[in-house]
C-alpha cells in the first residue's frame, strides 16, 4: 500500500509564491508518475501537474502553465509543486496522486491519493 502526505499549504496573498510538498510511504521501492490536482469549493477535481518516475519529463494543465513547477526528490520519496504569481482564483485543496503509468490529466488512472492541502490566494 502507498500512502501520500501533503503539506506547505498556507494563506498567501496575489502574486506571492508558495510551496507544497507530498511524501510517499509504504511502498517506496516501487516509483510512479506522480501529480497534483486542485479542488476548490463547490468544483470538480481538476489536474495540475505531473511528473514521471525519473523527474525528466513534465505536464502542466494551461492555467499553471509558467507559473508553476513540479519536481520531485526519490531519494526522499517526495514531489514538489512551487507556485509562483499566484492569483485568487488558484486557491483550492491541493491533492497530491500516485500509481498512473504515464503523464495523465485523468484522475482516474491514479491509484492512490493523498488528503490534500490547503492553499488559499487572498486580492
Known amino acids: 500500500q502507498v500512502q501520500l502526505v501533503e503539506s506547505g499549504g498556507g494563506l498567501v496573498q496575489a502574486g506571492g509564491s508558495l510551496r507544497v510538498s507530498c511524501v510517499k510511504s509504504g511502498r517506496t521501492g516501487t516509483i510512479y508518475t506522480m501529480a497534483w490536482f486542485r479542488q476548490a469549493p463547490g468544483k470538480e477535481r481538476d489536474f495540475v501537474a505531473a511528473i514521471n518516475a525519473n523527474g525528466k519529463n513534465t505536464y502542466y494543465a494551461e492555467s499553471v502553465k509558467g507559473r508553476f513547477t513540479i519536481s520531485r526528490d526519490n531519494a526522499k520519496n517526495t514531489v514538489y509543486l512551487q507556485m509562483n504569481s499566484l492569483k485568487p482564483e488558484d486557491t483550492a485543496a491541493y491533492y497530491c496522486?500516485?500509481?498512473?503509468?504515464?503523464?495523465?490529466?485523468?484522475?482516474?488512472?491514479?491509484?492512490?491519493w493523498g488528503q490534500g492541502t490547503q492553499v488559499t490566494v487572498s486580492s
Open positions: 496522486a500516485a500509481g498512473s503509468s504515464r503523464l495523465a490529466p485523468n484522475q482516474d488512472e491514479y491509484r492512490y
